[in-house]
């Protein structure tokens, strides 16, 4: 069974983010990154130590800065909040899932064919 991930609040998840688009970076990076109104300097570093504290991210010294990375690949981290989200809200049907998001969001048949098309390449593995 794979890792339990912990979850992310928003403003940890809105850093992570931004740390997997750019790959990595200093706090000023961040925040240069962030949409207005841009948090402070303190809020974003405070953040990132919470990310280091959970694992998410790890860095190193350059100069008397740090530059931070992550430690958690994005798509591990999606993978890990979709199945959180099958399990709380769709009792682990993946069916009952597409079936919300078919009737909620209004799927177009290009999508829904590109969904089965993936489930069936699955399938065959």
């Known amino acids: 069974m794979a890792k339990k991930i912990p979850e992310l609040t928003r403003g940890e998840e809105e ?3 931004i740390l997997w688009s750019i790959g990595s970076g200093f706090v000023n990076d961040i925040i240069a990154r962030m949409k207005e109104p841009k948090p402070k300097y303190t809020t974003v570093a405070t ?3 919470i990310l280091e504290n959970k694992g998410f991210v790890r860095h190193e010294a350059v100069g008397k800065s740090y530059l931070y990375f992550p ?3 994005k798509e591990e981290y999606a993978g890990n909040v979709m199945q959180s989200m099958l399990s709380n809200y769709f009792d682990g049907s993946l069916s009952q ?3 919300f998001f078919s009737q909620k969001e209004n799927i177009s ?3 829904m ?3 089965l098309e993936i489930v069936e390449k699955i399938r065959k593995g």
């Open 15 to 17: 850093v992570m983010q």
């Open 47 to 49: 953040f990132i130590k």
């Open 71 to 73: 430690l958690v690949a």
């Open 97 to 99: 899932m597409v079936s």
């Open 109 to 111: 048949v290009k999508e």
């Open 113 to 115: 064919d590109e969904i």
